[in-house]
């Protein structure tokens, strides 16, 4: 499936650096998503950006930042991140409506040293 | 919230056998869908399957809503099904949908 990609597809950075995952879709739809899958962990839903609003897990830390400037791109700007943030990160897009199916990227692999 | 099941969390076949993974999710849901992990991470959509059965090609599914579970079948099983396979629930009602939340998976392997 190559209609969502996601870059940098590995990153390895400092707990005091600053970096950000890039998502694209290219399949016309109006919902992009961040999802965060761990080890030994079910994936996790940690932001929605879609026409009708903008939702938010509690759960996830402020240092992780979503910013999706239109429809088609979608951001997660990462800061002071923790050893245990490490893991795959995995962008998402949908067309808002009933019987819509999701698609995802290829996913971004975090490593927090 | 919504607890989703997966059973079971680890599978071995045989190249050319069928298997049956199976997603218990505890409330009524209006979107369910299988994906399928491949080794490289990436999340491959099967099924959108809220309620009914579809087919596509070797993989079918069936969901039964009154009975909060869900079936996925594999027959004729080769390597390249291997991975982990996933159930995801919602409920949809206005706003965004697809807020998915994901069962513990089911890894498969499926050895020559």
């Known amino acids: 499936e190559t209609g969502v990609t996601q870059t940098p597809r590995h990153l390895v950075m400092g707990m005091t650096n600053k970096k950000s995952l890039k998502c694209e879709q290219h399949?016309?739809?109006?919902?992009m998503y961040w999802y965060k899958q761990s080890a030994k962990k079910p994936l996790e839903l940690m932001f929605v950006y879609s026409l009708e609003e903008r939702v938010e897990n509690n759960s996830v830390p402020s240092r992780f930042s979503p910013e999706c400037p239109n429809s088609s791109h979608l951001f997660l700007h990462l800061h002071t991140l923790q050893p245990e943030d490490s893991a795959l990160y995995l962008c998402?897009?949908?067309?808002?409506?009933?019987?819509?199916?999701?698609?995802f990227g290829e996913g971004s692999w975090l490593t927090v040293v | 919230g919504i607890q989703v099941e997966q059973s079971p969390p680890d599978l071995i076949l045989q190249e050319g056998a069928n298997s049956t993974l199976r997603c218990n999710f505890s409330?009524?849901?209006?979107?369910l869908q299988w994906f399928h992990q491949n080794p490289w991470g990436q999340l491959i959509n099967l099924f959108y399957?809220?309620?009914g059965t579809k087919q596509n090609g070797r993989l079918s599914a069936t969901t039964v809503a009154t009975e909060r579970y869900s079936l996925l079948y594999i027959s004729s099983s080769q390597t390249t099904d291997s991975g982990v396979y996933f159930c995801a629930v919602a409920r949809d009602y206005g706003g965004a949908t697809n807020k998915l939340i994901f069962g513990t998976g089911t890894l498969l392997a499926v050895q020559p």
């Open positions: 399949l016309g739809h109006n919902a």
């Open positions: 998402a897009s949908s067309q808002e409506g009933s019987g819509n199916t999701i698609y």
């Open positions: 399957i809220p309620s």
């Open positions: 409330d009524s849901v209006n979107n």
